[in-house]
C-alpha cells in the first residue's frame, strides 16, 4: 500500500539556521503530496502541497519540490525562526482513492 | 468562524465508560475523517465518510463506532473505554472532487481515560 516516509527528529536548531526534512514516498499513479504543521496544542495545518512531478509547494518561507524520479518531497527554509518549532508531517493522497497518508513526523525546535 | 469544530475539547474519564466525540465542518465538503494521535504524534486513519457513507474503516476495535447524520457532520462514539485509547482524536474533512483537495483538522479532543 501507500506509505510515507519521514526523518523523525527531534531536529534542533539555532535561529536562522537552514532546515531540510527529508520526506520520501511509495505510492502507485501520481499522488498528491502535502506538508501539513502542527503548533503546540493545535491542529495540523496545511503548510504546503504540490500536486505533479516538478510542481514547488511554497509558504512562509518553506518550499518543496514534487521529485518523482526519487519519489521524494523534501522540506526547506532557508532561514528558521523560533516560531517555526513545530510538528511537521509530510503526507500524500493517492488519486485511487479517498485516504490521505501521513509520515510520523518530525518535530523541529528552534533555539534562539 | 471555525471551519472544522470538534467538542469536546478535553475529556477525562473512568475505564469502562462510554463517551461520544462530535465533529461538524461548515466547508461543504464531502468526505470527514477520524484520525487518532497517540503520543509520539504519530497520525492514524480511523474512518471516513463521503456523504454520509462509510468509505474507509481501518482496524478499529467494535468498540468504536462512527455516525454521520449528514455530510456536515461526524461523531465518534466509545464505549467500555480502555487505557489504551487515551490519544488525541481529530476530527477532518476535504472535497474529493478533484485531485488535489486537501485535509482541513479540527483543533483535536484529548481524550485521557483514568
Known amino acids: 500500500g501507500d506509505s510515507v516516509t519521514q526523518m523523525e527528529g527531534p531536529v534542533t536548531l539555532s535561529e536562522e539556521a537552514f532546515l531540510t526534512i527529508n520526506c520520501t514516498y511509495t505510492a502507485t499513479g501520481y499522488p498528491s503530496l502535502f506538508w501539513y504543521v502542527q503548533y503546540p496544542g493545535e491542529g495540523l495545518q496545511l503548510l504546503l502541497k504540490?500536486?505533479?512531478?516538478?510542481d514547488k509547494g511554497s509558504n512562509k518561507g518553506f518550499e518543496a519540490t514534487y521529485r518523482k524520479e526519487t519519489t521524494s518531497f523534501h522540506l526547506e527554509k532557508g532561514s528558521v525562526q523560533v516560531s517555526d518549532s513545530a510538528v511537521y508531517f509530510c503526507?500524500?493522497?493517492?488519486?485511487?482513492?479517498?485516504?490521505?497518508?501521513f509520515g510520523p513526523g518530525t518535530r523541529l525546535s528552534v533555539l534562539p | 468562524d471555525t471551519a472544522v469544530s470538534q467538542t469536546p475539547k478535553y475529556l477525562v474519564t473512568q475505564m469502562g465508560n462510554d463517551k461520544s466525540i462530535k465533529c461538524e465542518q461548515n466547508l461543504g465538503h464531502d468526505t470527514m475523517y477520524w484520525y487518532k494521535q497517540d503520543s509520539k504524534k504519530f497520525l492514524k486513519i480511523m474512518f471516513s465518510?463521503?456523504?454520509?457513507?462509510?468509505?474507509i474503516n481501518e482496524t478499529v476495535p467494535n468498540r468504536f463506532s462512527p455516525k454521520s447524520p449528514d455530510k456536515a457532520h461526524l461523531n465518534l462514539h466509545i464505549n467500555s473505554l480502555e487505557l489504551g485509547d487515551s490519544a488525541v482524536y481529530f476530527c477532518a474533512s476535504s472535497q474529493t472532487r478533484g485531485l488535489n483537495g486537501e485535509l482541513f483538522f479540527g483543533e483535536g479532543s484529548r481524550l485521557t481515560v483514568l
Open positions: 503526507a500524500l493522497k493517492s488519486n485511487y482513492g479517498q485516504n490521505f497518508v
Open positions: 504540490a500536486t505533479k512531478a516538478d
Open positions: 465518510y463521503n456523504n454520509k457513507e462509510l468509505i
